[in-house]
């Protein structure tokens, strides 16, 4: 399990992503699909996830379908064009930062020194 | 996903339904969410051997110590919050406070500016003119201040939301809203027969008026309405809705409403109430502006098909043109009453049915 201060900046980009892998997801799935691609290593939480899902869909980020299951409906979402957009290039940022973290959380030399002063 | 394999039922889908409001979710579509998430998730354990009660405490169970209102509150943030202005109960009475000091200042500056004129009985008669004018401008600032306080919020975070929310609704829900309207003249006639308070000042309002050119007198109503819709419903009611329950919200909503409208205050407030409830069930304002301004002029209108024509004001009531004859007047007044109720229920069962599909 990480922290939650480490995975709050990479939920919108982990939704972003996993729906524009899969044409639609409802909540649950999408949850479920974090734990089991991270190995339970990512568990996220009903404040982590819905609220940004919301959020996503009031920015046209996302669009929703509901679909009668059983007794009850369920709210499908997938990405608009804007949203395939934000996905792209807020995975591109996130690459970057990543290869920036790495470059910088390798210690080179000088940053080694600079640390231990 | 074991979808199919257990379904719950619709009465084991409603104790879930309670239980996530109990603790805490009033979002609608938030609501609609969970209740899915947990119907699954209740489902997958009862796939595997639960009951449905003991799958129930284990869902809820495996939940962090307030995590339903933290969800609740975090929507409500990112969604509401940090965007657009919502005022609580006290901030509400404060713009009310306000529209009422600037209507003042307003009507003052008119005053002052009418002293130019020489004769006594022309100053008092331009300044009943602008009456009308006078509380039209002292609304738009305070409608303008929730508008420039969105955008501003809107630049900062970058996120798109409307201001007020215009969501386009059935067309019969208009149709519908106009019959309440029109049915709400006969039962709510009782009460300006009976308080004769009413009845001067709405005389007074008249003669007003007709001094007008009639395409002034629908312009400046129509846009008086939809500012005070706009404030009321669209910034009070919405902020309202955010912190307490809706029928509270409704409520005070329309206290404060009434209280603007003085000295129209026991029918505007329930005028009020029904466009707070409109409001509510459909969350757009287009109902809403809809239903208060063929209020206006269905109420005019019948005024006039009554028989008022430069006589007093009160003599133009329905109550008169039957000759106070009870046995007309009170089926009448009690028909359109219990008509109201039904067309009420009518929409509330339509709309909420619709609101699920």
Redesign the interface.
């Known amino acids: 399990m990480y922290s939650s201060e480490l995975i709050k900046g990479t939920v919108t980009t982990l939704i972003l992503k996993l729906l524009s892998d899969n044409h639609r997801m409802y909540g649950y799935q999408i949850t479920q699909a974090i734990t089991e691609a991270t190995e339970g290593k990512i568990t996220l939480t009903l404040a982590a996830i819905y609220p940004v899902l919301h959020k996503l869909k009031a920015s046209g980020e996302l669009t929703t379908e509901k679909e009668k299951v059983g007794n009850r409906m369920r709210i499908y979402y997938s990405l608009t064009n804007q949203g395939n957009d934000t996905a792209q290039e807020k995975l591109k940022e996130f690459a970057d930062y990543l290869a920036t973290m790495k470059s910088l959380l390798d210690l080179k030399p000088g940053l080694q020194k600079c640390l231990t002063v | 996903?074991p979808?199919?394999v257990t379904?719950?039922?619709?009465s084991q889908?409603s104790i879930i339904r309670a239980r996530l409001k109990q603790d805490g979710i009033k979002?609608t579509?938030?609501a609609?969410?969970?209740?899915?998430?947990f119907?699954?998730?209740i489902e997958e354990k009862m796939v595997e051997g639960q009951t449905f009660n003991a799958a129930l405490e284990n869902t809820f169970g495996s939940?962090?110590e307030d995590?339903?209102k933290?969800?609740e509150m975090?929507?409500q943030?990112?969604?509401e919050g940090k965007k657009t202005y919502y005022p609580n109960l006290l901030q509400s009475f404060g713009l009310l406070l306000m529209t009422f000091a600037i209507s003042w200042v307003a009507s003052k500056g008119v005053q002052a500016i009418s002293v130019g004129i020489e004769d006594l009985e022309m100053r008092k008669q331009w300044f009943e003119q602008n009456y009308l004018l006078i509380i039209v401008f002292s609304v738009v600032p305070i409608v303008g201040i929730p508008i420039g306080y969105t955008i501003w919020r809107k630049r900062q975070t970058q996120?798109?939301?409307p201001i007020f929310s215009f969501r386009t609704v059935p067309a019969y829900v208009y149709g519908v809203m106009l019959l309440i309207g029109f049915l709400s003249i006969f039962w709510l006639e009782p009460l300006a027969v009976f308080f004769p308070f009413f009845q001067q000042r709405r005389e007074a309002e008249l003669l007003i008026l007709e001094n007008f050119d009639p395409l002034i007198v629908v312009f400046v109503i129509v846009g008086l309405m939809i500012l005070l819709e706009l404030l009321f419903r669209g910034v009070i009611l919405r902020g309202l809705l955010m912190t307490m329950t809706s029928t509270k919200a409704i409520f005070w909503s329309s206290l404060f409403y009434a209280l603007m409208m003085y000295p129209y205050f026991a029918s505007m407030f329930f005028f009020s109430l029904l466009s707070g409830w409109i409001y509510w069930k459909t969350r757009s304002l287009y109902p809403s502006i809809f239903f208060i301004i063929a209020i206006q002029f269905v109420s005019y209108a019948t005024f006039h098909f009554l028989g008022y024509s430069g006589k007093l004001y009160f003599q133009a009531t329905l109550w008169n043109y039957v000759d106070h004859n009870l046995l007309i007047y009170l089926p009448l007044v009690i028909g359109s009453l219990l008509l109201t109720v039904g067309l009420l229920y009518y929409l509330n069962r339509k709309l909420s049915v619709e609101s699920?599909?």
Not at chain 2, 7 to 10: F, G, H, M, N, V
């Open positions: 996903m979808d199919g379904q719950l039922t619709k889908i979002t579509e938030l609609e969410d969970l209740l899915d998430h119907c699954v998730a939940l962090q995590e339903l933290a969800t975090k929507t943030e990112l969604l996120i798109n939301l699920q599909s």
